[in-house]
């Protein structure tokens, strides 16, 4: 599904139905615009349910300040005016009261987004303009004097974050990276000291995927192809909604058959996913017009390596990343489930699986099926897709529960012993 074809108050609708949905904004909060090709701008009614809206719901301003629609435009109709005549690039606005962004904004500070590589890559430089009472033209030119710096985002103290883009997604994609990145911030302050990333290491995720791949156009698609292609695309959603996956971060894929496997593509909204949008890769060649994952290469490296190994999946989980920007210690020996789905989880450091992805795939196996890339992702491999998706909720689980558990009292492990009664019963010794 590709913004471009949907028309300003769909587009609208489907991001703001998201975003409430994902707990990123409440019923009367937030407010979205559109500004088409005529100069007019589509924005969200004021004091309507966020949670219900319908295209019929939009209003229309055209450009001499005329306005349609069964409802008031938001009251924040000024500072999205007062953006679009500033920068006249700009032709989306996302504003939203997400929770971790409302904290920074309550301490009046920027997240880190040298965290994880994306974040300054997606969103650039981050501005962040001084209080004034919602609605107002003194907010909006605070707004305005941080976009005119350059930047596309900006925390509003006390409020909120406003995220400006050529179309929605891409406002949408800055504000769900930022986001993002403030809860990774938030999660990472509560079990240790946060390691952000050099230039150099954030200029290094630049050079993932640069390996040309040369393209062939498939002779037939097979029945099992439509399967596979079929069942990713529902992980992939469920990924999605469950915040393993953000939009354009997260990749599964799956061994098709000899030196042939299916992958998510590269940049495609994965909460839209279909099963056409996936990427076939054969003997090094991708499906014709189609661009794969960046990490198609590990991918490929991991299925020559192991051919037990069918299916491959790639996240940036919030709890289980914040050990890997710590560099905390994490045991999977906390209840059986844990220890018989991750085994022993291996950390590696940042940029590895950029510059020696043969490592990693040599490291990765059946009895250490997840891999944990510092400042970057969690890699879980298995037999079959849903066992690879299984693997990775049952690390982001058991990262939850230690964080919260340490939170209340001193954990207790497994005992070695205890360990050699479930190797037994499972038989993994």
């Known amino acids: 599904m590709d913004y471009q074809f949907m028309h300003p108050a769909e587009q609208i609708v489907q991001t703001i139905n998201r975003i409430y949905r994902k707990q990123m904004t409440t019923t009367s909060g937030g407010n979205l615009s559109v500004?088409?090709?005529?100069?007019?701008?589509?924005?969200?009614?004021?004091?309507?349910?966020?949670?219900?809206?319908?295209?019929?719901?939009?209003?229309?301003?055209k450009p001499d300040g005329t306005v349609e629609g069964?409802?008031?435009?938001?009251?924040?109709?000024?500072?999205?005016?007062?953006?679009?005549?500033?920068?006249?690039?700009?032709?989306?606005?996302?504003h939203a009261h997400s929770p971790s962004l409302v904290a920074f904004s309550l301490i009046r500070k920027i997240p880190d987004t040298a965290i994880i590589p994306t974040a300054?890559?997606?969103?650039?430089k981050v501005g962040i303009a001084g209080y004034e009472v919602p609605g107002s033209i003194e907010l909006g030119?605070?707004?305005?004097?941080?976009?005119?710096?350059?930047?596309?985002?900006v925390i509003m103290e006390n409020h909120g974050v406003v995220t400006c883009g050529n179309d929605l997604f891409d406002a949408f994609m800055?504000?769900?990276?930022?986001?993002?990145?403030?809860?990774?911030?938030?999660?990472?302050?509560?079990?240790?000291?946060?390691?952000?990333?050099?230039?150099?290491?954030?200029?290094?995720?630049?050079?993932?995927?640069?390996?040309?791949?040369?393209?062939?156009?498939p002779a037939e698609i097979s029945s099992k192809e439509k399967d596979i292609r079929t069942?990713?695309?529902?992980?992939?959603?469920?990924?999605?909604?469950?915040?393993?996956?953000?939009?354009?971060?997260?990749?599964?894929?799956e061994r098709l058959g000899d030196d042939s496997f299916i992958i998510t593509p590269y940049g495609k909204d994965r909460k839209l996913l279909e099963p056409q949008d996936l990427v076939r890769v054969d003997h090094g060649w991708r499906e014709a017009g189609k661009r794969p994952s960046r990490s198609a290469i590990l991918h490929k490296m991991i299925y020559e390596t192991h051919p037990d190994i069918n299916a491959v999946v790639v996240a940036q989980p919030t709890n289980i990343l914040a050990f890997g920007i710590t560099r905390t210690e994490i045991d999977s020996r906390t209840i059986p489930e844990s220890y018989i789905k991750i085994r022993n989880l291996v950390r590696m450091p940042y940029g590895i699986n950029i510059s020696h992805p043969e490592e990693v795939a040599k490291t990765i196996s059946a009895k250490s099926p997840v891999i944990l890339?510092?400042?970057?992702?969690?890699?879980?491999?298995?037999?079959?897709?849903?066992?690879?998706?299984d693997a990775?909720?049952?690390?982001?689980?058991?990262?939850?529960?230690?964080?919260?558990?340490?939170?209340?009292?001193?954990?207790?492990?497994?005992?070695?012993e205890e360990v050699k009664t479930i190797d037994k019963a499972f038989g993994l010794d």
């Open 70 to 94: 069964k409802y008031k435009p938001s009251v924040e109709l000024p500072f999205h005016k007062l953006v679009y005549k500033t920068r006249p690039d700009i032709k989306a606005v996302v």
């Open 231 to 253: 069942k990713m695309c529902t992980l992939i959603h469920r990924a999605y909604d469950q915040d393993l996956f953000s939009s354009t971060m997260g990749t599964f894929s």
């Open 392 to 416: 990775l909720e049952v690390v982001e689980f058991t990262a939850n529960t230690i964080i919260h558990g340490g939170l209340i009292g001193k954990i207790v492990k497994i005992t070695d």
């Open 373 to 389: 890339i510092e400042n970057d992702s969690i890699i879980a491999v298995g037999t079959t897709l849903i066992e690879a998706f």
């Open 141 to 153: 030119k605070k707004i305005a004097a941080e976009l005119k710096k350059g930047t596309d985002v």
């Open 174 to 217: 800055k504000f769900e990276t930022l986001e993002r990145c403030a809860k990774l911030d938030i999660t990472s302050r509560l079990i240790g000291k946060a390691n952000p990333l050099t230039d150099e290491q954030i200029e290094l995720a630049n050079e993932k995927g640069k390996v040309p791949l040369g393209e062939f156009i």
């Open 120 to 124: 300054r890559l997606v969103c650039g």
């Open 35 to 61: 500004k088409d090709s005529d100069g007019n701008i589509w924005i969200t009614p004021s004091g309507i349910d966020k949670g219900a809206l319908t295209p019929s719901d939009i209003c229309l301003v």
